[in-house]
């Protein structure tokens, strides 16, 4: 099989040789049909993530060996199947085009225990800490990892993995503040368009998007926002506030730098919540007597649970979600596509095939 893949942190991403794996126990071999290119693959690749100023996140460790693979957003075909992964509730069979689930956890911890598999402290990620999707095969260590995503085209189904998923989690918890009222998503990047599109699929509101790049807010536009708001403008918090009459309960930070995190905090309204996604990098400084003040929250999310992997591939099987655009390239690009996205150069989300 060929592999994409690094030999050291920040270094070029070539293709490289292995001896195709045969799956053991319950693991499912898949043949990538398509992989999309996300932001953490610039941090995954770089080894690092900005903790604001000069500090930073050592991330090199997360990855079990170099050569690394990245790619987490994975669609493919089932071509072969351990001896304990065939039958039983997976319903798994060669042949089937499945997406895969890559927040794998231990699955024992009291973290995986509950649900939170994404949240394990002893992760086995697809793409982060074992070997992903920019490859032509790969292993998922079992069927229930798999989810059938119906009509939905391959390049655009194997988004729903990360940016979809991503912000379908943090949307599940604004879903009751944005209810006929608004929703603000910071950031229309490719999973802030996600979050364009899923939020009219599960919540009636008028979504404002604000962005810095107008290309960007243009796509927001295309995709279905009420109220694009340029924040560079130096008002812009103050047009929110206005618009909503007091701020919106519900936002959303798909950037997560300081200036994104900032513009977030600031224009909830009392009562509301801010969810920072984005994991750009950076800190937030404010005042704490807003908090009690405000009676307002912050709180993180990553990615999403593996019942909120099911739950959301049913709302695509079943036609709620609009289709997000998606640029596909020859999987031999990825690391000219990884680059770029580091650059900004990318709007929307890019997909790799084999
Ligand atoms: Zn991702
Ligand atoms: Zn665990």
């Given at each position: 099989?060929?592999?994409y893949?690094?030999?050291?942190?920040?270094?070029?991403?070539?293709?490289?040789?292995?001896e195709?794996?045969a799956?053991?126990?319950?693991?499912?071999?898949?043949?990538?049909g398509?992989?999309?290119?996300?932001?953490?693959?610039?941090?995954?690749?770089?080894?690092?993530?900005?903790?604001?100023g000069?500090?930073r996140?050592?991330?090199?460790?997360?990855q079990?060996?170099?050569?690394?693979?990245?790619?987490h957003?994975?669609?493919?075909?089932?071509?072969?199947?351990?001896?304990?992964?065939?039958g039983?509730?997976s319903?798994?069979?060669?042949g089937?085009?499945?997406?895969?689930?890559?927040?794998?956890?231990?699955?024992?911890?009291a973290?995986c225990?509950?649900?939170?598999?994404?949240l394990?402290?002893?992760?086995?990620?697809?793409?982060?800490n074992?070997?992903g999707?920019?490859?032509?095969?790969?292993l998922v260590?079992?069927?229930?990892?798999l989810?059938?995503?119906g009509?939905?085209?391959?390049a655009?189904?194997?988004?729903?993995?990360?940016?979809?998923?991503?912000?379908?989690?943090?949307?599940?918890?604004?879903?009751?503040?944005?209810?006929?009222s608004?929703?603000?998503?910071?950031?229309a990047?490719?999973?802030g368009?996600?979050?364009?599109?899923?939020?009219?699929?599960?919540?009636?509101?008028?979504?404002?998007?604000?962005?810095?790049d107008?290309?960007?807010?243009?796509?927001?536009?295309?995709?279905?926002?009420?109220?694009?708001i340029?924040?560079?403008?130096?008002?812009?918090?103050?047009?929110v506030?206005?618009?909503?009459?007091?701020?919106?309960l519900a936002?959303?930070?798909?950037?997560?730098?300081?200036?994104?995190?900032k513009?977030a905090?600031?224009?909830?309204?009392k009562?509301?919540?801010?969810?920072?996604?984005?994991?750009?990098?950076?800190?937030l400084?404010?005042a704490?007597?807003?908090l009690?003040?405000k009676?307002m929250?912050?709180?993180?999310?990553?990615?999403?649970?593996?019942?909120?992997m099911?739950?959301?591939?049913a709302?695509?099987?079943?036609?709620?979600?609009?289709?997000?655009p998606v640029?596909?390239h020859?999987?031999?690009?990825?690391?000219?596509?990884v680059?770029?996205l580091?650059?900004?150069?990318?709007?929307?989300?890019?997909v790799?095939?084999?």
């Open positions: 099989m060929k592999a893949q690094f030999d050291e942190h920040g270094g070029p991403i070539t293709a490289h040789e292995h195709t794996p799956p053991e126990g319950a693991q499912v071999l898949i043949k990538v398509a992989c999309g290119v996300c932001h953490s693959d610039v941090h995954l690749w770089e080894g690092y993530f900005g903790l604001g000069e500090r996140l050592d991330t090199r460790g997360s079990k060996e170099l050569p690394f693979t990245l790619g957003e994975i669609v493919g075909e089932v071509v072969a199947l351990g001896p304990h992964a065939s039983g509730a319903g798994v069979s060669v089937d085009s499945r997406v895969v689930y890559p927040w794998i956890g231990c699955g024992d911890c973290v225990q509950r649900g939170d598999e994404q394990c402290n002893r992760p086995a990620a697809l793409g982060v074992v070997d999707g920019y490859a032509d095969h790969v260590p079992h069927p229930r990892y989810h059938d995503y009509n939905a085209p391959a655009l189904a194997c988004t729903y993995a990360c940016s979809g998923l991503t912000a379908f989690g943090a949307l599940k918890k604004v879903r009751d503040r944005a209810q006929g608004y929703l603000l998503i910071v950031g990047g490719g999973v368009l996600a979050g364009v599109m899923i939020a009219q699929a599960i919540m009636d509101t008028e979504i404002i998007v604000a962005d810095i107008p290309a960007k807010l243009e796509a927001a536009k295309a995709a279905g926002a009420t109220h694009l340029d924040s560079r403008e130096p008002d812009a918090g103050k047009q506030v206005k618009m909503t009459r007091g701020g919106p936002v959303v930070d798909f950037v997560g730098n300081d200036a994104s995190a513009f905090t600031g224009c909830v309204g009562g509301g919540l801010a969810v920072m996604v984005g994991l750009m990098g950076g800190e400084r404010m704490l007597p807003m009690p003040l009676n929250g912050i709180q993180g999310s990553y990615t999403g649970r593996p019942d909120e099911a739950e959301l591939m709302l695509v099987r079943d036609g709620k979600v609009k289709p997000m640029a596909e020859p999987l031999a690009e990825v690391g000219q596509m680059e770029d580091r650059d900004g150069k990318i709007v929307g989300r890019v790799v095939t084999p």
